[in-house]
């Protein structure tokens, strides 16, 4: 029904750049929310950064003033523009992107399958 795509992913030294992009097709009708979430070995996943509802951004504590995300509505794309990367960003990074269905009414929640993203000298 909806399918995401990640690309962007790879190694990079600290403090380097990476930006991460996320593809959304198939049967789309209203996004409410799209954005990054990441998942490191051993830990729980956690919120990056979203576009929310009305065009609010939400970005975790630890990337605020690194990380910034953007969408092109036209393309169904959200991107993460990821700078001076810490080992600490090291993770999957996954899209994620919440729709609502006119009828029945009710919304959807989808995930793409992860871009892995290493920080390391």
């Known amino acids: 029904q909806v399918q995401l795509v990640e690309s962007g992913g790879g190694l990079v030294q600290p403090g380097g750049s990476l930006r991460l992009s996320c593809a959304a097709s198939?049967?789309?009708?209203?996004?409410?929310?799209m954005g990054w979430y990441r998942q490191a070995p051993g830990k729980e996943r956690e919120l990056v950064a979203t576009?929310?509802?009305?065009?609010?951004?939400k970005y975790a504590d630890s990337v605020k003033g690194r990380f910034t995300i953007s969408r092109d509505n036209a393309k169904n794309t959200v991107y993460l523009q990821m700078n001076s990367l810490k080992p600490e960003d090291s993770a999957v990074y996954y899209c994620n992107l919440v729709q609502s269905i006119p009828w029945p009414p009710r919304t959807y929640d989808y995930w793409g399958q992860g871009t892995q993203v290493t920080v390391s000298s």
């Open positions: 576009i929310v509802s009305g065009g609010g951004y």
């Open positions: 198939g049967s789309i009708f209203s996004i409410n929310t």
